[in-house]
Every structure is written in C-alpha cells, then in structure tokens.
C-alpha cells in the first residue's frame, strides 16, 4: 500500500493534476487531468502538456476553470483532499480582483437613455389604448 508521501520525492514535488485535486481547484482528479491535457494549464508561464509534471514549492500555476482564471502560487504539496479551510493552506492566491460593478442599480439605470414620450415603439398601455379604439369602430361598424 502506497500513502500520500510515497507519491512526493525529498524536495517536496507532486503531481500536477493531483495538486490541483488536493487544492479544490477541481471536484475530481480525473477533471484535473483533463484540464491539462485540454491544456488550461500553465506552471511558471509554459503551457504543460502531461498530468504527471511534477509540482514544487515556489511554482506559479495558472488555470482556466469553470470560466474562470486562477492564479496559484504553490505553498506545499498537499498531503489529502481535505477541507476547504486545509486547501487553501497550499497556495497563495494570485489571482487579481475583478472589476469592481457599480454598487446602486439606480446609478445605473439613470445612465440609460430616457425614451421621450410619443418616440419610438408603443408602450403597452399605447397598444391597449389603441386596440380599445379598434373595437368600438369595429362595434359601430
């Protein structure tokens, strides 16, 4: 029987695919693999090709996933997929913050264009108004 330390050398590498497992960046180590054969994949810049490249300490992991980028700096090598709070331990997030959105939806809807009353389409209640004006000259006809 082989534990989790056999699968590190002395220097503290590890497997991509299973860093990435242990990190929580996905659910499965066969979606990990997939991810860098598919080649989402980079360690230190260079696109990586084979799951097994092995992973150390200093590494910078980036990741497309789940329509999302991510920027990793390897801390440690995991020992076991445990807790969200344990992933985290194995790296730095690098990753910068989105673009901030505006915080009050009515700042955003008094940057709209106004449509001027009488321009453009109908509004509904023009509509109503003017099928109720069909049917009474329908009615009289």
Known sequence: MSDGAA????AGAQRLDKWLWFARVVKTRSLATALVQQGRVRVN????????QALKPGDVVTVTAHRRLRILKVIQ???RRGPAPEAQQLYEDLTPEPEAKPADVRAVATSLPRREPGAGRPTKRDRRAVESLRRRSDEAD
């Open 7 to 10: 699968d590190s050398d002395a």
């Open 45 to 52: 810049r260079v696109k990586v090709a084979k799951p097994s």
């Open 77 to 79: 090598p995991g020992a």
